[in-house]
């Protein structure tokens, strides 16, 4: 085994920005050497190249390491936080990768023809190496523009003068990027709003298809290397919220534990994390801090701990379709363990069910996929959904009573 870096998405996406960024890195230190070398005399061009401002955005851009962070830097001051489309989509004629380069360093090395200005160091037409991931139609297709032919993406080598690999960067990569990313950051919210928020109870899943397992036996003829079977698996990470721990007023609470306070002064309760204390008794103090900062101090009593129990689930089939009838097969599978450990022994109740997806078309947010999840009412009573009300399964086959409204689900 071995490590490697923590990702959170692996889209074609993310990992071109990252081909890419990674690249800018060995250009900019091509760049580094010619600009800021102290024995050669460059003409007076070559230093107002150097103390460009958007020469020197690209070494700042360059030098942060999460992802998020080089998208804000380049747009505008809280684009994200007011969620401004214009910014993120590329409207926006003051902020963008655009800004620095297409509409400002690149204007100072070459003409309205592409060709360098006198007295700009050649450094800019040096030949550099980098690799993107390129969607097209396979190579025996009959046109690339057929919608019936399916799509290959595949790792791509590429090489071009510096110019070249930055336009290549501005246009291939970063144009779609930020949308991308804020979509990311907004999914991040949601998922920290549902953790801080979600009662005693709750059941988290979160699911994907993993890449195809391929099974090798230890001993094999050279024949049978060409044969190997592989087998799909559906990875599930689900935490239930246990309220065991959430109802409890006394026991010792550890530095770093998320709880909700729930004062007699305050109406309405909010989470933080404890800092310090000492205690298991219902008047013990302890210290809290909430998400705006403020510190309080608390009584254990009032503290509702809020302990998550994780359980890995895998399924796997060596059917090749990954497609929404085995999704259902597996949750089904899955919320009848549950079933059987916690809900029926009465060990821990569980009454909400959320899903989170990578949200492929073809098994997680299909129609079929959509019907199994509005029959979970039906196939598991202890589950609530929505507002849906719990008997009316309105979209099983279910008879509605005419004397009772009915919710919008």
């Keep these: 085994m071995r490590h490697v870096r923590h990702e959170s998405c692996l889209c074609k996406y993310c990992e071109n920005f990252s081909f ?15 600009y800021d070398s102290s024995d050669v005399e460059e003409p007076e061009e070559l230093d107002v190249v150097a103390k460009d401002v958007n020469y020197a955005k690209l070494f700042e851009f360059s030098g942060i390491d999460r992802r998020i962070n080089k998208v804000k830097l380049l747009l505008c001051e809280n684009a994200f936080e007011s969620e401004n489309r214009d910014c993120i989509e590329g409207r926006c004629g003051s902020c963008g990768f655009k800004k620095i380069w297409s509409d400002g360093l690149r204007k100072m090395l070459v003409d309205k023809d592409g060709n360098l200005k006198a ?26 523009d057929d919608s019936n032919s399916e799509k290959e993406t595949l790792k791509q080598h590429r090489q071009g003068s510096i110019i070249d690999f930055i336009d290549e960067f501005e246009a291939h990569t970063w144009k779609k990027y ?21 009662q005693p109870g709750t059941l988290r899943s979160d699911r994907d298809w993993s890449e195809r ?72 103090l302890y210290e809290v801090e909430s998400l705006t900062g403020d510190r309080h101090t608390v009584q254990r009593q009032y503290l509702r701990e809020r302990k998550w129990h994780t359980v890995a689930f895998v399924g796997v089939t060596g059917d090749k379709k990954q497609d929404s009838y085995a999704t259902d097969f597996f949750i089904k599978k899955e919320l009848e363990w549950w079933e059987s450990k ?48 719990r008997g009316n399964p309105l979209l099983c086959g279910g008879v509605i009573p005419e004397d009772k409204e009915i919710e919008e689900t």
């Design 213 to 284: 397992y391929t099974m090798i036996d230890a001993r094999e003829i050279q024949s049978q290397y060409w044969h190997q079977k592989q087998v799909g698996l559906l990875i599930s990470i689900s935490r239930l919220l246990l309220s065991s721990a959430y109802v409890a007023t006394t026991g010792e609470l550890t530095s770093g534990t998320e709880v909700t306070v729930e004062l007699p002064s305050q109406k309405t309760p909010f989470f933080a994390i404890v800092k310090s204390g000492l205690g298991s008794n219902e008047g013990s």
């Design 342 to 389: 916690y809900v029926k022994p009465n060990v821990e109740p569980v009454t909400m069910l959320y899903t989170h997806t990578d949200n492929a078309a073809t098994h997680f947010k299909s129609g079929a996929q959509m019907f199994f999840l509005s029959c979970l009412l039906t196939l598991f009573a202890w589950l609530q959904a929505g507002s849906m009300r």
């Design 178 to 198: 930020p949308s991308h990313r804020f979509t990311l950051h907004k999914t991040r919210e949601a998922v920290n709003e549902l953790h801080q928020n979600a």
């Design 119 to 144: 007295g700009v160091h050649p450094v800019w037409l040096k030949t550099v190496q980098w690799w993107r991931y390129k969607t097209s139609a396979p190579s025996n297709s009959v046109s690339v």
């Design 20 to 34: 890419y960024t990674d690249a800018l890195d060995d250009v900019l230190t091509e760049l580094r050497e010619v």
